[in-house]
Each structure stands twice: as structure tokens, then as C-alpha cells.
């Protein structure tokens, strides 16, 4: 559903976006991820057919950016960082003004935003004036908004800025709806929390694509150097453990966790290989097993790290 090949921006002598090429599927959730100033939001205009690209292509919906930018329009919506509504106007006259912007028959937008307030669960406040609203219920019209012409990719700009935890899960519910729709959704968010529980892929971005890959994916991918292995053993320990395993030419380390009484941590060279082995050594050695867990870096890690590596 989006498409992009060595796609670049450039502000006079400042590049924002450097050679951009990636592809986004059809009914993904895919997460855009980068520090304040990493282009970001130039990315978006770009795709949405606001803005040129200095060079490169871009295709949304199979429409090409730039030789089709109003049919591109017509199959993408679009939420800023600010809800953009009228307050004076309540929730049905916000929504149908922008239905007839998106020049919808006049009935067939009535009825479009009787739906849209309908499934959005914000039918019964239709006539309050939207300066009423909480930020969740706005952020949720807003969303709406973006619905109205039944766009098939969605663009995302940092949804859940400045909610509250519980608007915030509002509109995370309300993202994940929208994925069972069968939508592609473009995510641009720096709440790493949220891309990890909504995202199928993310890309880390900083003017240039530095990785694409699912959140396990690359928090396995950029954890620790080998991996971290949690085992739980029943107490009586046998004696000598930690040092029967280091002397196994796979195990980096091996060692108790403090503030446990009976977690042992291996470090292994590659622990999809070599777990079955780990587990034999540990039985032979007496050892009762309760569990075996992986501990992988947490998606923060991942990011600060390879931000940190690419600085300009």
C-alpha cells in the first residue's frame, strides 16, 4: 500500500529526508519511530501528496506521489499532531463540513457521519459543541474525520500526544479497530510502549531508514551480545553450578541473580541452539527446572542504541 524508492527531501541546504525507500503492506500497523527533528513529518506530507519530494519515488494505494497526488488524497486520511476541528461547531457539523470538503453527495455524508460518530461511540454527544470535548473524545473526532471519504491507508501523526493514560488507551483501542478494517496504518509516535503493543513492523528513522523489523524482532536482533536465558530452579541447588556451566564452550556467563533466591542467568551464544543443551548439562548436573524464560533487550534499548549510533 506504500511504496518508496530513494525518496528525499531537501530545505534549501538541509536535507530532512535522505533516500528513504521502504514498503508498508496492506492492513499493517506500521510504526515510524524517530527523535523530535528526524523527518518524520515531512515523511507524511510527502506521502500524502503535500509536499515535493526533492528527488526519489513514492507510490500510496498504487497511485504515484507527485503525477497523482489528488487521486493519492482521495485514498489516504490524515491526522496532524493538532485535532484541526472547529470548537464552536458541535460534532456533527464538524464532521459534515469536512464530509463536503471531502466532496461527499450530500447524503451519502450525512450517513457517513452518522456512522463514523456511531462507531466511534461519540453519537450521543452529536450536539455539544466540540470546545467541550476532553482531548480523547477531540483526538477520537478527529480520527473520524479522516474516515469519512474511506480512505485505505491511514496516516498517523503522533496520535496520543498529550492524552492522559486513559485517553490515550481510547485511542489505541480505537487503532486497532481500525486495523480489523483492513487499513494500513502509518504510525508516527515517540511512545515506545504504544508502537511495541500496535505496531506489526517498525522503522527506526533519523533522516535516513536505519532498520525495519517486527518489535521482537529487533529487540532480539540488538539486545545483549549472545543472549540472556532466566532459569528457575527448585531449591536444593546443586553445588558448584555457575562453574560446571562456564566451563561449557557455549555459555558466556553464568551467574545467580542477587535478588532471587533461585534465577540463574546464562548468557549463551545463540540460545535457539543451544537451549536444549543448556537444559541437558542442568539436569545431569541435579538441577530441577521450574522455567526457562529469554530475556531480551526492551524495545527503549534498542532504539536509544541505534539512534545513539547514528548521530550525524
Not at 28 to 48: D, H, Q, V
Not at 281 to 304: D, K, P, R, S, W
Amino acid at each position: 500500500m506504500i511504496r518508496t524508492q530513494d525518496l528525499t527531501r531537501c530545505f534549501g541546504n538541509f536535507t530532512a529526508v535522505e533516500k528513504l525507500s521502504l514498503e508498508v503492506g496492506e492492513g499493517e500497523i506500521f510504526g515510524f519511530l524517530g527523535p523530535n527533528g528526524a523527518g518524520k513529518t515531512t515523511t507524511i506530507r510527502m506521502l500524502c501528496g503535500l509536499i515535493a519530494p526533492s528527488s526519489g519515488q513514492a507510490w500510496v494505494a498504487n497511485h504515484q506521489v507527485g503525477a497523482e497526488n489528488e487521486k493519492v488524497r482521495q485514498a489516504v486520511g490524515l491526522l496532524t499532531e493538532s485535532p484541526g476541528l472547529y470548537e464552536l461547531l458541535n460534532a456533527w457539523d464538524n464532521l459534515l463540513f469536512y464530509a463536503r470538503l471531502y466532496q461527499l453527495p450530500a447524503d451519502d455524508a450525512k450517513k457517513r457521519v452518522e456512522e463514523v460518530l456511531k462507531w466511534l461511540d461519540l453519537w450521543q454527544w452529536r450536539k455539544d459543541p466540540v470546545g467541550s470535548f476532553s482531548k480523547g473524545m477531540k483526538q477520537k473526532l478527529a480520527i473520524g474525520r479522516t474516515l469519512l471519504h474511506r480512505p485505505q491507508v491511514l496516516f498517523l501523526d503522533e496520535p496520543t500526544a498529550s492524552l492522559d493514560a486513559e485517553a490515550a488507551h481510547t485511542i489505541r483501542e480505537a487503532i486497532v479497530a481500525l486495523k480489523n478494517t483492513r487499513r494500513t496504518i502509518f504510525l508516527s509516535t515517540h511512545n515506545l510502549d504504544e508502537a511495541e503493543r500496535l505496531c506489526d513492523r517498525i522503522a527506526i528513522f533519523k533522516k535516513n531508514l536505519i532498520q525495519v523489523d517486527s518489535p521482537a524482532q529487533l529487540r532480539r536482533r540488538f539486545g545483549v551480545e549472545g543472549r540472556r536465558i532466566i532459569v528457575r530452579l527448585r531449591p536444593p541447588v546443586p553445588e558448584n553450578l555457575t562453574a560446571t556451566l562456564q566451563k561449557l564452550p557455549f555459555v558466556l556467563s553464568a551467574e545467580w541473580q542477587p535478588e532471587t533466591e533461585g534465577n540463574l542467568q546464562v548468557t549463551l551464544t545463540n540460545p535457539e541452539n543451544e537451549n536444549p543443551a543448556l537444559i541437558r548439562h542442568l539436569v545431569q548436573a541435579g538441577a530441577e527446572i521450574c522455567f526457562v524464560e529469554e530475556q531480551t533487550a526492551t524495545l527503549e534499548e534498542v532504539y536509544l542504541s541505534l539512534v545513539t549510533l547514528n548521530r550525524d
